[in-house]
């Protein structure tokens, strides 16, 4: 069983700052994917940032030169260090993790980020 919990989420003004944190737990052997996805009301979840076993990461477009993927290895634990935020980056931000020994995905419950003034 594998378990992923998201913390880091909350309310903040247009240009601000947030950090998203995953902790992952249980059966994690040969962690390979690591990422966040968001959905906005009305629209389809989309991928923000991965990163692979090997550090090789990839953002997208609306969100390069804001925000940045890092983990800890040894905490097998995912960040997200959003900066510059706008008020579209509003959503629920959901921590995903790809294992190579199950071939599945695995998500997390959600955050909810909200930009506004």
């Known amino acids: 069983q594998v378990q992923l919990v998201e913390s880091g989420g909350g309310l903040v003004q247009p240009g601000g700052s947030l950090r998203l944190s995953c902790a992952a737990s249980?059966?994690?052997?040969?962690?390979?994917?690591m990422g966040w996805y968001r959905q906005a009301p009305g629209k389809q979840r989309e991928l923000v940032a991965v990163m692979d076993r090997g550090g090789i990461t990839n953002y997208a477009d609306s969100v390069k030169g804001r925000f940045t993927i890092s983990r800890d290895y040894t905490k097998n634990t995912v960040y997200l260090h959003m900066n510059s935020l706008k008020p579209e980056d509003t959503a629920v931000y959901y921590c995903?993790?790809?294992?190579?020994?199950?071939?599945?995905?695995?998500w997390g419950q959600g955050t909810q980020v909200t930009v506004s003034s």
């Open positions: 249980g059966s994690i052997f040969s962690i390979n994917t």
């Open positions: 995903k993790l790809f294992l190579i020994a199950t071939m599945r995905d695995y």
